[in-house]
């Protein structure tokens, strides 16, 4: 799936995907934001591949995980 698949499977809008790429950079805060609730519930609950564990921030942050699995392609 490219990024843009993925955004769209998520539902994020134009104003969510023009702040991705400072949420990817780190320029800009993600947690909180519109686009982490949206991909949370795409990864953890729509596809179901956050681990348990990274939903519940016990072995690593869901935001942490979200970003590092959008840059390393899916």
Do not use: N, Q
């Not at 609950?45 to 519940?56: A, Q």
């Amino acid at each position: 799936m490219t990024i843009e698949e993925i955004y769209d499977a998520a539902g994020l809008t134009e104003h969510d995907r023009s702040f991705m790429p400072r949420y990817l950079s780190g320029v800009d805060e993600f947690v909180g934001s519109e686009a982490y609730g949206k991909l949370y519930e795409y990864y953890a609950f729509g596809i179901c591949e956050m681990p348990y564990l990274v939903m519940k921030a016990r072995t690593e942050c869901p935001d942490e995980w979200i970003l590092d699995r959008l840059t390393s392609g899916g």
